[in-house]
């Protein structure tokens, strides 16, 4: 069975970091596609980063970018987005997600709230 586990979300000020953690179960985690997507209050599920499989090259949402760095530990199949110069507007559920072989998967999510 496959699970993806977000973790490390939380309150904090804006201006301040959170790294996320999804800890993932029962998929080739080395072979997939994995991503941060974000939900706001009221607003569609949206893009944050993604990164490849074997490369690592990443990919960040306009917004992010400069501020998110995701990563990756395929051998703890782990994929991390550390969040700095947090802004009030990133206040949302955080969602990771695997993809690849036809297939996707996502966790439950967790989480972040950016006060001013």
């Known amino acids: 069975q496959v699970q993806l586990k977000e973790s490390g979300g939380g309150l904090v000020q804006a201006g301040g970091s959170l790294r996320l953690s999804c800890a993932a179960s029962?998929?080739?985690?080395?072979?997939?596609?994995m991503g941060w997507f974000r939900q706001a209050p009221g607003k569609e599920r949206e893009f944050v980063a993604r990164i490849i499989r074997s490369s690592g090259t990443t990919y960040y949402a306009d917004s992010v970018k400069g501020r998110f760095t995701i990563s990756r530990d395929n051998a703890k199949t782990t994929v991390y987005l550390q969040m700095n110069s947090l802004k009030l507007e990133d206040t949302a559920v955080y969602y990771c997600?695997?993809?690849?072989?036809?297939?996707?998967?996502w966790g439950q999510g967790t989480q972040v709230t950016v006060s001013s």
């Open positions: 997600k695997g993809y690849g072989n036809g297939a996707e998967y």
């Open positions: 029962g998929l080739p985690f080395s072979s997939y596609y």
